[in-house]
Nanobody, 122 residues
Framework: EVQLVESGGGLVQAGGSLRLSCSAS????????IGWFRQAPGKEREGVSC????????VYGDSVKGRFTISKDNAKNTMYLQMNNLKPEDTAVYYC???????????????WGQGTQVTVSS
């Protein structure tokens, strides 16, 4: 059974940092696309950052470029999202996701975690 469990969310002041973690089981990172998505109240879900399983390329949403960094540890089957210089508009529920199909960028992945709340105060 595939499981994705996020951790590391919380309340932080603007300008601060958080690191999200996503522990995966039931599959291996090596052959899956992985990524982070977020959904703010009243808004559609958006891709934050994703790593392709076709060529290993990484993409970032325009609003987080230069501030967020995605990484993974294949040995631990864990992915991370380092978020620096956080802004109030980054407030959202953050989800990690994975997909076995070959692809590029962020799209509607197969498997999803439950989400972790990130709140940035001004």
């Amino acid at each position: 059974e595939v499981q994705l469990v996020e951790s590391g969310g919380g309340l932080v002041q603007a300008g601060g940092s958080l690191r999200l973690s996503c522990s995966a089981s039931g599959f291996t990172f090596d052959d899956h696309a992985i990524g982070w998505f977020r959904q703010a109240p009243g808004k559609e879900r958006e891709g934050v950052s994703c790593i392709s399983n076709s060529d290993g390329s990484t993409v970032y949403g325009d609003s987080v470029k230069g501030r967020f960094t995605i990484s993974k540890d294949n040995a631990k089957n864990t992915m991370y999202l380092q978020m620096n210089n956080l802004k109030p508009e980054d407030t959202a529920v953050y989800y990690c996701a994975a997909d076995s199909r070959l692809g590029y960028g962020c799209y509607d992945y197969e498997y999803w975690g439950q989400g972790t709340q990130v709140t940035v105060s001004s």
